[in-house]
């Protein structure tokens, strides 16, 4: 389970204003959960899942995942726990090395140095059938530089080594926001059948609203640092991209009138 309380994230850019990037976000994820985020650009969906990984610091609040207190755990210790996968295919991989050896790496990761080397033969079938049963034909590619292959296949990798020892909490961020539409798609499903058979608990951060309508168990919107709409179940399950798209004009809509309205105020009080 993941707990949240009160997380909140500041920063201050040189010269200019105090940014609240986190706000205060009370959230409780139980296990096996699957949640997509979405939310306008600079809402706080990086912020806060990078607050979860160590990559960034809480000025206040506190998180917990598994039983354990991650409030002060360093990037490098919340990482045994947590399985990351980021927008960028070549982020998550090692370009010169074979798919096969990216996942050695993935698959010693925490373990005996060497161990998974030791057992080549072993790691050799491991990584070919769990290839194989997200994407058949992929295993037959494991001794290909990670580098020649197409950006879909690189996160197909990136995501079997950030879920290659079941972590507690596996964060995706727009993981699939830089492949073309076939692409993204595949990756999509595959994501979805690793958490699913994996009973993963993950967080999901999408720009595609078709995805956050089709994927999940819940669905979380962020706007402004905070939780605008939070929604699980049957209610879920009946949520249209259609409906999100609304959400989103509504919130653009009542911004458009903040700005008009803090323009107004500064121009009465120059
Ligand atoms: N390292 C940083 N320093 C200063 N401001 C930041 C930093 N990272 C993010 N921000 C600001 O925090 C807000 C949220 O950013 P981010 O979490 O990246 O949004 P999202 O992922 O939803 O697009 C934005 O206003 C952004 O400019
Ligand atoms: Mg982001």
Known sequence: MLHLDRATVQFQSPGGPLVRAVDGISLEIPAGQFVVVIG???????????????????????IQLAGHDITDWSQHARARLIGRVF?????GTAGSLSVLENLAVAACRGRFPGLGWATNRQLRAEASARLA????????????????????????????????????LLLLDEHTAALDPAA????????????????????????????????G???ILIHRGRIELDV???????????????????????????DAAARTLAELYV
């Open 87 to 91: 927008q960028d295919p070549r982020a």
């Open 133 to 168: 049963r997200i994407v058949p034909g992929l295993e037959q590619r494991l001794d290909q530089p990670i580098g020649s292959m197409s950006g879909g296949q690189r996160q197909i990798v990136t995501l079997l080594m950030a879920t290659w020892h079941r972590p507690e």
């Open 184 to 215: 993204a798609d595949r990756v999509v499903r595959a994501t979805a059948g690793l958490i699913r058979d994996g009973g993963l608990t993950a967080l999901m951060v999408t720009h595609s609203l078709a995805q956050a309508a089709a994927l």
């Open 40 to 62: 306008t650009n600079g809402s706080g969906k990086s912020t806060l899942l990078g607050s979860i990984a160590g990559t960034v610091r809480l000025s206040s609040g506190s």
């Open 232 to 258: 699980a179940g049957p209610a879920k399950r009946r949520l249209t991209a259609d409906d999100l798209a609304d959400r989103f004009d509504g919130l653009r809509r009542a911004d458009q009138l903040d």
């Open 217 to 219: 168990d819940r669905l």
